[in-house]
């Protein structure tokens, strides 16, 4: 399975790379739930590339290690970056005036997350689920 890069700089490429991350999810051998968990990801971190960077890019790609496999997706942009991570990273902490729940219900729903961000350059951001050995086994 090749990784899937995509621009996103209106709603609809949100929509696109939600589609896709399913799709990616199903044939790696996630459960519903886990599924789930991969789509609210890949929505947050494309509605912060979209309201806090102006745009930018959003990486899906499937990974393996020892004997697990997962999938990684990433957020890269070049918009203002993120001044203070560990206040980002709090629940309730928002510039927008929204939830300030994005990026921290990221970090709970995967497995891994790498966050790197620099003011003036941009952000990084990856965040890895594993399918669990006992949904693999079952298909
Ligand atoms: N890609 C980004 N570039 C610059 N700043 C960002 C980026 N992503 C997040 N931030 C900053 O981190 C804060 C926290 O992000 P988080 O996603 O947790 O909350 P939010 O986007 O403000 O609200 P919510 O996601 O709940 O609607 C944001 O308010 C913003 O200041
Ligand atoms: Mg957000």
């Known amino acids: 399975m090749q990784p899937f890069m995509?621009?996103?700089?209106?709603?609809?490429?949100?929509?696109?790379?939600i589609v896709r991350g399913r799709e990616m999810a199903d044939a790696l051998g996630f459960d519903a739930i886990d599924r789930t968990r991969i789509e609210i990801v890949i929505l947050e971190l494309t509605r912060n590339l979209l309201v806090h960077a102006g745009g930018g890019q959003i990486r899906l790609e499937p990974v393996s290690q020892y004997d697990r496999c997962g999938l990684a997706v990433e957020a890269i942009d070049q918009g203002p970056g993120i001044p203070d991570i560990a206040l980002a990273m709090q629940d309730g902490y928002s510039t927008a005036h929204t939830l300030g729940a994005g990026?921290?219900?990221?970090?709970?729903?995967?497995?891994?997350?790498?966050?790197?961000?620099?003011?003036?350059?941009?952000?990084?951001?990856?965040?890895?689920?594993?399918?669990?050995?006992?949904s693999r086994s079952r298909r």
């Open 103 to 134: 990026l921290p219900g990221v970090k709970r729903l995967m497995d891994d997350f790498h966050i790197a961000s620099t003011v003036g350059v941009g952000t990084h951001v990856r965040a890895t689920k594993w399918v669990p050995q006992r």
């Open 6 to 17: 995509c621009s996103i700089r209106r709603d609809v490429d949100v929509y696109i790379a």
